[in-house]
C-alpha cells in the first residue's frame, strides 16, 4: 500500500486555462474527498466520492469545477477558465469508514498566472 | 453548516504541554478529529473523539464535551519535530465529511 497519490504535485496555468488533477486513493478505501487550501487556512470541503457515486459537492463551488470517480477507484478534480482565486493546494483524501481517519495524499499546488 | 474557533499560535518549550483548545457550532455533530500539518506536507490524522471524553495515544491526547461544544488536544513531552499546525475537524451528519478548524501553529523552542 503506498497511500493516496496525486498527480501533478505542482501546476502553474495560464488564466482561462482548463487543468485536471488526479487522486488514487488507497485501494480499499471506498470514500474519496477532494479539498482545498490556501496558506495559513485550513483544508476547505470541495466534494466526496463514495465508491463512484458523488454525495455531496460545496456550494462554495461554481460551476467551473468539476469531479469524476469512475469505476469507484481513481478520481479526477477539473477546473475550467481557471481564476487566479483558484490558486491553492487541491488535496485528495481517503479513507474506509464513517469514523476512520482520513489519509491524505501530498496535494496539487496549482499557480494560476 | 459548521465552523471551529481554535487559537492561531501557541508557543512553548521542549519538554512541556500544550492544550490547544477548539469550539465548534454545527448543525449536525458526530464527532471531532485532530490533524498535524508540517509545513509543506499533507495533514496526517492524530485521533478521533466519537463520544465525551478522554483519548490518549502516546505523548497526545485529545477530549470532547458534547454538552460544552468544546474539545482540545493536549501534547506532552513536547519535542522539536511537534512544531506544526494542529486541525480540529467536525464529523457532520452527511457521511465522513470534515469541516476543519482554521488550524492551530505550534512552535516548539529549546
Known amino acids: 500500500d503506498t497511500g493516496v497519490s496525486q498527480d501533478p504535485r505542482h501546476k502553474i496555468t495560464k488564466r482561462g486555462q482548463n487543468v485536471t488533477f488526479r487522486c488514487d486513493p488507497i485501494s480499499e478505501h471506498n470514500r474519496l474527498y477532494w479539498y482545498r487550501q490556501t496558506l495559513g487556512q485550513g483544508p476547505e470541503f470541495l466534494t466526496y466520492?463514495?465508491?463512484?457515486?458523488?454525495?455531496?459537492k460545496s456550494r462554495l463551488l461554481s460551476d467551473r469545477f468539476s469531479a469524476e470517480r469512475p469505476k469507484g477507484s481513481f478520481s479526477t478534480l477539473e477546473i475550467q477558465r481557471t481564476e487566479q482565486g483558484d490558486s491553492a493546494m487541491y488535496l485528495c483524501a481517503s479513507s474506509r469508514g464513517q469514523e476512520s481517519g482520513y489519509t491524505f495524499g501530498s496535494g496539487t499546488r496549482l499557480t494560476v498566472v | 453548516g459548521q465552523s471551529l474557533e481554535q487559537p492561531s499560535e501557541v508557543t512553548a518549550v521542549e519538554g512541556a504541554i500544550v492544550q490547544i483548545n477548539c469550539t465548534y457550532q454545527t448543525s449536525g455533530f458526530y464527532g471531532l478529529s485532530w490533524y498535524q500539518q508540517h509545513d509543506g506536507g499533507a495533514p496526517t490524522f492524530l485521533s478521533y473523539n466519537g463520544l465525551d471524553g478522554l483519548e490518549e495515544t502516546g505523548r497526545f491526547s485529545s477530549f470532547l464535551s458534547r454538552s460544552d461544544s468544546y474539545g482540545y488536544l493536549l501534547l506532552q513531552e513536547l519535542q522539536m519535530k511537534d512544531s506544526a499546525s494542529y486541525f480540529c475537524?467536525?464529523?457532520?451528519?452527511?457521511?465522513?465529511?470534515?469541516?476543519f478548524g482554521g488550524g492551530t501553529r505550534v512552535l516548539v523552542k529549546p
Open positions: 475537524a467536525a464529523r457532520g451528519a452527511a457521511g465522513n465529511k470534515l469541516t
Open positions: 466520492f463514495q465508491n463512484e457515486a458523488q454525495l455531496e
